[in-house]
């Protein structure tokens, strides 16, 4: 599920185009939104079309996020979600904190070479707080998924 609104990249790293508006996704059925990229038998929700078009995710509409992994916990038995960066905050995104008290377990990605820290102990005790799970830490090469 590709719930980072912010910066979505699900679509490109599949490169598949992105078929939903906001609106279909934060009022569909789960089942009728997910598309299966170049045949895998894998389901994936993209982020919507409309991503860069919102100033401002409200509240009602971390409820209807809730509704979709809700409708993907009935579903499937594995759910992995891409959420944005914690930091730095940006209201135009689904809270990846709030996100965090929904799932199962946390993977931290860091940002090799870019990410400090303090930062990234900051992040780790943002999601304690916030009562996540956090299952590991995972590092990334960030211009690597740029190549694609």
Known sequence: MDLNWYRPALHRYFEEPVQHDAEQIL???LSTL???PSGLSLDVLFAPADHGA???RAQSDFALVENLLKQAKESYDLIIVDSSAIFPTNRTMMDPVMLSREVEGVIL???KGISRKPSVRRAQKTLEIAGAN???I???EPGESAAR
């Open 27 to 29: 009022q569909g059925d």
């Open 34 to 36: 997910v598309s299966q």
């Open 54 to 56: 919102h100033t401002n």
């Open 109 to 111: 990605v860091v940002a």
């Open 134 to 136: 956090i299952a590991g």
């Open 138 to 140: 995972l590092t990334n």
